[in-house]
T-cell receptor, first 114, second 112 residues
Framework: DTEVTQTPKHLVMGMTNKKSLKCEQH?????MYWYKQKAKKPPELMFV???????INESVPSRFSPECPNSSLLNLHLHALQPEDSALYLC?????????????FGPGTRLTVL | AQSVTQPDIHITVSEGASLELRCNYS??????LFWYVQSPGQGLQLLLK??????LVQGIKGFEAEFKRSQSSFNLRKPSVHWSDAAEYFC??????????FGTGTRLTIIP
């Protein structure tokens, strides 16, 4: 099973809402990633968790809060977002987070902030 | 400074024709090199990767890529494209840390 699942598929939220994105993998991977992808642009790395510890934070605004409750789950908590945060949010996982790892991507959550 | 360039924003080819997508990088050494494909509204899937050794690598879906050190390039090729190959293609080097650096992508359109 090489599947990364993400829920929900679509999310519409207001600027005062609090919501969460969920990502799950059962491949035994120990590295998990959040990316943000705007229309017609490449994915931009937001966060990396390695062995359930945050290893990379690409200077993401604090209105995005990641959480890795266990090695299979990755959440992204959203609060007080701006319309410019509307994008496709992709989760990925890899074996150990090494340079040679293949990253396996989920289908993404399409977020619209009103 | 390290960087990756995909010079072609959009390429249109006829079904059954050959394809070459270009990727160039700037780096003081040989990066680890990846090609990913993204179908509309989907996540990304690895096509192939190169770390060392044989400079011609085979991937999934009939794709191959050739690493040329002298040209700092890692171009993706397919001898005969299918309508299902229509997608966005990203070259993504790893320049020596935990992160992939994605190129700007090339959108491939297939005409019947």
């Amino acid at each position: 099973d090489t599947e990364v699942t993400q829920t929900p598929k679509h999310l519409v939220m207001g600027m005062t809402n609090k919501k969460s994105l969920k990502c799950e993998q059962h491949m035994g991977h120990r590295a998990m990633y959040w990316y943000k992808q705007k229309a017609k642009k490449p994915p931009e790395l937001m966060f990396v968790y390695s062995y359930e510890k945050l290893s990379i934070n690409e200077s993401v605004p604090s209105r995005f809060s990641p959480e890795c409750p266990n090695s299979s789950l990755l959440n992204l908590h959203l609060h007080a977002l701006q319309p410019e945060d509307s994008a496709l949010y992709l989760c990925a996982s890899s074996q150990d987070g090494r340079r040679t790892d293949t990253q396996y991507f989920g289908p993404g959550t399409r977020l619209t902030v009103l | 400074a390290q960087s990756v360039t995909q010079p072609d924003i959009h390429i249109t080819v006829s079904e059954g024709a050959s394809l070459e997508l270009r990727c160039n990088y700037s780096y003081g050494a040989t990066p680890y090199l990846f090609w990913y494909v993204q179908s509309p509204g989907q996540g990304l899937q690895l096509l192939l990767k190169y770390f060392s050794g044989d400079t011609l690598v085979q991937g999934i879906k009939g794709f191959e890529a050739e690493f040329k050190r002298s040209q700092s390039s890692f171009n993706l090729r397919k001898p005969s494209v299918h309508w299902s190959d229509a997608a966005e293609y990203f070259c993504a080097p790893n320049f020596g840390n935990e992160k992939l650096t994605f190129g700007t992508g090339t959108r491939l359109t297939i005409i019947p």
